[in-house]
T-cell receptor, first 112, second 113 residues
């Protein structure tokens, strides 16, 4: 079975802190994704990566950056956390092209 | 711009009913459509993936159909059980090369014993 893991299930950070969310997949998938999920807004794509060191902006990239130095690992970085970044963050991976996306368990981030 | 809609947003039914969940999309030029399940506070689990050339896919008590021309998909759940209670989301991958999915906002299903 495909396994996607995320570094934390729950995280509490203060405004202005730099925050790292990590995602690791074990199936050698080329594509990896970061989403945030908010009540009433659904899932929104932040960034995705289709290869090592390659990335593309999603629908809401502002305030976020990403890093993919190794194929299995995709990191989401909040350079200076703000309260409006309090959300559920979901990572996913998929092999190309157009195959299923496999999701991690999510990280619930609270910024106070 | 592709938009995906799921109506109603919530549904509550007694155990044993056969259910139909609806998903509509505005751009029929899709590559595939995927149905997911999400339990509270958890990630998404892929249930079924239908390629644009297919009309339906089945897995156990689940059957998903796709009608591209009308921009609709349905997820049929046979003999519903309390364990089916969850939020169900559909997502489409539009033709054009990007791996990006466009999600509906989901439908929260409660199956009462």
């Amino acid at each position: 079975d495909v396994k996607v893991t995320q570094s934390s299930r729950y995280l509490v950070k203060r405004t202005g802190e730099k925050v790292f969310l990590e995602c690791v997949q074990d199936m050698d998938h080329e594509n990896m994704f970061w989403y945030r999920q908010d009540p009433g807004l659904g899932l929104r794509l932040i960034y995705f990566s289709y290869d090592v060191k390659m990335k593309e902006k999603g629908d809401i990239p502002e305030g976020y950056s990403v890093s993919r130095e190794k194929k299995e690992r995709f990191s989401l970085i909040l350079e200076s956390a703000s309260t409006n970044q309090t959300s559920m963050y979901l990572c996913a991976s998929s092999p190309p092209p157009g195959d299923k996306q496999y999701f991690g368990p999510g990280t619930r981030l609270t910024v106070t | 711009k592709q938009e995906v809609t799921q109506i109603p947003a919530a549904l509550s039914v007694p155990e044993g009913e056969n259910l139909v969940l609806n998903c509509s999309f505005t751009d029929s030029a899709i590559y595939n459509l995927q149905w997911f399940r999400q339990d509270p506070g958890k990630g998404l689990t892929s249930l079924l993936l239908i390629q644009s050339s297919q009309r339906e896919q089945t897995s156990g008590r689940l059957n998903a159909s796709l009608d591209k021309s009308s921009g609709r998909s349905t997820l049929y759940i046979a003999a519903s059980q309390p364990g089916d209670s969850a939020t169900y989301l559909c997502a489409v991958k539009t033709q054009g090369g990007s791996e990006k999915l466009v999600f509906g906002k989901g439908m929260k299903l409660t199956v009462n014993p």
